[in-house]
């Protein structure tokens, strides 16, 4: 079976390493010439809404996915009147765009942080007005890794804010003082199957994710399952969806959804059954879902702007290094090293260990 995967960043990479086993082959549609899933596969090097190469890409495969959100929904759209998409377009049009999204939350009775729709400054002025102070404007679309936002702590911060954000469509979300981050992992398949797996607690700087830890147990792990189950029926769901919740007063908060694999995820590839990026691959060509059970306890850490030297990242006992062969640039994702060990007083010596290894900027 032959992917299409919109996008050749990472996440395409990935997919494909985990698909490669199964006996899939990939193309990844992607501007960019050195798109870093290109050396896993055909690259079709094309501007997401160009017609002509999705047709190409739709008469090459036997069905198509993409890795981020930043696709446009009616390059999903068009491409599905002549292959198979999934997650589809309509998912992909609400969870790319977060009025739309916490609009459908709202509706599913799932808690946000207060929001309003901003269109203009004077929306921004009546949305302070409203909500009140510290608050975070947000671009509705294209903002990822801490970009596209701005946090607005005093009335001096919100004059021109909306201009400073490129006077696009935003919203504003009230500022929820959270005790913790935490992700959860969900899978549905073609036929309905859904499963979840372990939530997972997130440390970002920069609006960056730093390190994730699974956790074992988590006492809001039902709830968080409960709040994602209600999304993927809502869209039909098939596919990884990942959903970012803030911890408060014991409960849970929703961020934001993301409609494909996460970073959050990437502990799977060692220390999950089935990883994420299998599953996704199974659930969208409508094989069995594989086990989210753990294997160990397990973490992600991310290196940014650089990886370390190799030699020194594997010499870590558990750990495993994942480097995407993309051009070091400050701010930018370069690979991650996962760690599986036997128990969580042995994890944290070796997150220890890594992270020493990290240069901070």
């Given at each position: 079976m032959k992917i299409g995967v919109i996008g050749g960043g990472q996440l395409g990479r990935m997919l494909a390493l985990a698909g490669t086993p199964l006996g899939m082959t990939f193309a990844f549609l992607d501007p960019a010439p050195d798109a870093c899933a290109a050396a896993l596969g055909?690259?079709?090097?094309?501007?997401?809404?160009?017609?002509?190469h999705l047709r190409?890409?739709?008469?090459?495969v036997d069905l198509v996915t993409f890795e981020f959100e930043s696709v446009p929904a009616e390059t999903v759209a068009?491409?599905?009147?002549?292959?198979?998409?999934?997650?589809s377009a309509e998912a992909l049009r609400i969870a790319r765009d977060r009025w739309f999204e916490k609009s459908m939350l709202?509706?599913?009775?799932i808690p946000t942080p207060e929001f309003a729709d901003v269109l203009s400054q004077d929306d921004l002025n009546a949305a302070v007005a409203s909500i009140g102070l510290p608050a975070v404007l947000k671009t509705r679309t294209l903002g990822y890794d801490g970009k596209g936002q701005k946090v607005l702590r005093k009335a001096e911060d919100v004059t021109d804010a909306f201009a400073e954000l490129g006077s696009v469509p935003c919203i504003l979300e009230g500022f929820v003082p959270f005790t913790g981050e935490v992700s959860l992992i969900a899978v549905r398949g073609r036929d309905g199957q859904t499963c979840f797996y372990p939530l997972v607690h997130n440390t970002h700087e920069a609006g960056i994710l730093r390190l994730s830890v699974a956790s074992s147990n988590h006492p809001l792990q039902a709830l968080a399952e409960d709040y994602a189950s209600r999304v993927l029926s809502k869209l039909n769901y098939v596919g990884v969806l990942a959903f970012e919740f803030f911890e408060i007063d014991g409960g849970l908060k929703a961020n934001e959804i993301a409609p494909?694999?996460?970073?959050?995820?990437h502990w799977t590839i060692e220390g999950a059954e089935c990883s994420q990026f299998e599953n996704h691959l199974r659930a969208v060509t409508g094989l069995p879902l594989g086990s989210t059970a753990k294997l160990g306890e397990s973490a992600m850490l991310n290196f940014i702007g650089e990886v370390p030297p190799v030699e020194k990242v594997i010499a870590v006992q558990d750990c495993h290094l994942h480097h995407y062969g993309?051009?070091?640039k400050a701010g930018r994702k370069v690979g991650h090293a996962t760690l599986r060990c036997p128990d969580r007083a042995t994890l944290d010596r070796q997150i220890t260990a890594v992270e020493t290894l990290i240069q901070r900027d």
């Open positions: 055909e690259h079709l090097r094309a501007d997401y809404g160009d017609q002509d190409q890409l739709a008469d090459e068009f491409l599905s009147q002549f292959v198979p998409v999934f997650p709202k509706e599913l009775g494909r694999v996460h970073n959050s995820g993309k051009a070091f």
